[in-house]
């Protein structure tokens, strides 16, 4: 990745997360926190990794994104909108009354939306269908899903890594945000999944930890390495931050399922605006 | 011919897959029970044995299906409609998959296995949900077309069937169609509406009637959702008395759904014939359903008394 490339992709993701701020304020729900650890990692994908094209957005030989933990739904709508998937105005309208943008990811009436997720742990098991297939027909696509790593509590999150392991879904790559909190509390304080690359490991998965989810190049290691494994589904465990972005909201619990009043949405645009200005110098 | 409706999905199934390429048929560690095996040996690339893990199976079902795939993915009523439920409402129903969940060994008659596999309770949970078409075939020409007719719609099918053996009832020329109730006989004191296994016991129900000078109209309503509302219309209103036969709970099966169109269309007395409100138990099958009332003697004595509050 160059210079060039990199300032993109940071200008980018901090485009993305102000239409994460401006949207859940103006829902005055959803979950900012959760979309913020995410958004560079979806920057990346979306902007730099993934062969996919806004204008053809159901080519059957594009790579998939599932967002498994599917409250991100923020983050993932900011970056279509920006992708150029759908006009960026729809972003303001999230979880209203007749809004395209609903609360959890609709498959059918978003464009760029892969599948519909919001029950944790189903996406995953989408995602391998979507891997297996790719696998029976020969084609080259790849598939993205992101869990939280709350959501690694879900059982069903072990019986697809099951599936994905015994059926060798090379062409898988499972992203964990590993942001370490949960709504109750921290996962240590909840009912801790770890360790999470040890059980993915079991499962037959090659283990890459990522240990800066907001650092690209990083990122870009991280997934450059998956694509060398032929053999067995990839889990990046990537290290984040919750509210990434954002510098109240960062490492807060409070701030996974709650929209900022006024004030801290005014706050947090010009600390993003500020920082944009500055990328741009 | 005498075979479970189970036998005609595996069958079915192993026919069409000569037809589709992408037709793709799932199963949780049953297939020699729910006889997906027929289509394993059949085309066993397109097979895939999720393990004994239902909800990541109808998830996996889901993903497969926003390829463009047309998936059948099999276990137990109980496990595939009771323990995978929310993967059917959230991941197949909510965005209108193309997946088709082959649920055997529903009903009491599942026999020996007892309690915790007679699911009495599916046709409830499917048919409280958007989009889900719920189809109940009664014997093997009829489970034959429903799984062409199923792999044919674009959209989730529940596809009901049985563990033990059903006669046939119905002729080679017979023709299937989705949402369609079948007249089976005619008749001016009584209609009998019966879904799945039950409807060849109601026909002999209405037989031993006829000796006692009743006059029973029989129909037969494979497709629970969406429901043939004009044949339950017409048949209220011309015989009166309704008596619904199922092997499901009579809370939320097909007595629900035929006590939703009386009410709403032309209220009729009804007398619903299934399992009541309780847990099955194990034991041979026929012995079962001659227990539980669900022979043609048992019905026949239901319709009897029934007829006394006319």
Redesign the interface.
């Known amino acids: 990745m160059n210079e060039k490339e990199l300032k993109f992709l940071t200008a980018t993701a901090d485009k993305i997360r102000l239409g994460i701020v401006k949207s859940t304020y103006a829902a005055k729900s959803g979950h900012p926190g959760g979309s913020l650890s995410i958004t560079d990692v979806l920057a990346y994908l979306y902007f730099y990794k993934m062969n996919i094209d806004p204008n053809n957005a159901s080519d ?1 030989n594009r790579d ?1 994104f ?1 967002l498994s933990k599917g409250h991100a739904a923020p983050g993932l709508y900011s970056t279509l909108a920006n992708r150029g998937y759908f006009d960026i105005s729809e972003l303001e309208k999230l979880r209203k009354v007749d809004a395209m943008l609903q609360g959890h990811p ?3 009436g978003t464009p760029g939306v ?3 997720t ?2 944790l ?14 696998k ?1 027909f020969n084609k080259d696509y790849k598939v993205y899903t992101i869990l939280g790593d709350g959501e690694c509590e879900e ?2 999150v072990w ?2 890594a ?2 994905a392991g ?2 060798k879904l090379s062409n898988l790559r499972v992203i964990v945000d590993h942001n370490g909190m949960q709504i109750d509390g921290t996962l240590a304080e909840v009912n801790s999944p770890e360790p999470l690359d040890e059980k993915f490991a079991a499962f037959g998965f090659n283990v890459i930890k990522l240990d800066d989810a907001h650092d690209f190049n990083k990122i870009d290691a991280a997934f450059t390495a998956a694509d060398e494994e032929t053999n067995r589904p990839t889990a990046i465990i990537m290290e984040s931050i919750k509210g990434k972005g954002v510098s109240f909201m960062e490492n807060q619990v409070s701030w996974h399922g709650k929209a900022p009043n006024e004030e801290q949405c005014a706050i947090a645009v010009k600390e993003i605006e500020d920082r944009l200005a500055k990328e741009a110098e | 011919m005498k075979r479970a409706t189970r036998e005609s999905y595996g069958a079915a199934l192993a026919e069409l897959s000569k037809e589709n390429d992408k037709l ?1 048929v799932l199963d949780a560690d049953l297939a020699e029970a729910t006889k997906t095996i027929t289509f394993k040996k059949a085309c066993p ?2 097979f ?1 044995d ?2 004994i ?1 239902e ?15 047309t998936v059948f993915a099999s276990s137990f009523a109980m496990f595939a409609a009771g323990r995978a439920f ?2 059917i409402r ?2 197949v129903c ?3 998959l193309n997946v088709k969940i082959g649920a055997t060994h529903a009903g009491i008659s599942v026999g020996e296995d007892g309690a915790t596999h007679q699911c009495l309770e599916d046709i409830a949970l499917m048919r409280s949900i958007p989009n889900m078409v719920i189809v109940n075939p009664c014997d093997d020409i009829e489970a034959m077309q429903a799984v062409k007719a199923a792999a044919e719609y674009k959209g989730p099918v529940y596809l009901r069937f049985g563990r033990l053996a059903v006669e046939d009832l119905n002729n080679e020329d017979y023709e299937f169609t989705i949402g369609k109730g079948v007249l089976l006989r005619d008749g001016t004191d009584v209609t009998i509406i019966a879904t799945g296994l039950p409807v060849g016991r109601s026909l002999k129900a209405a037989e031993l009637l006829e000796k006692e000078g009743i006059s029973a109209r029989v129909v037969n309503i494979h497709t629970i959702k969406p429901i043939d509302r004009e044949i339950i219309i017409e048949s209220a209103k011309k015989t009166g008395l309704i008596v619904t036969v199922e092997e499901h709970n009579i809370i939320g099966g097909l007595g629900s759904a035929v006590s939703e169109v009386l009410s709403e269309e032309v209220p009729t007395k009804l007398c619903r014939v299934g399992i009541n409100d309780t847990f099955g138990y194990s034991g041979p099958a026929e012995e079962l359903l001659t227990r539980f009332g669900l022979d043609a003697e048992g019905i026949k004595t239901k319709i009897i008394n029934a007829l006394k509050t006319k």
């Open positions: 059957e998939r599932v609709d498959m059918k892969d599948m519909s919001g029950s742990g189903q996406g995953v098991s989408a995602a391998c269908g979507m891997a297996y297939f790719g029976a059982g069903q019986e697809a099951m599936f015994q059926k | 793709f690339e397109r895939i999720c393990g893990a909800g990541n199976m109808i998830g996996v079902a889901a993903g497969l299906a926003t390829c463009g795939a929310e993967q959230n991941s909510y965005p209108k």
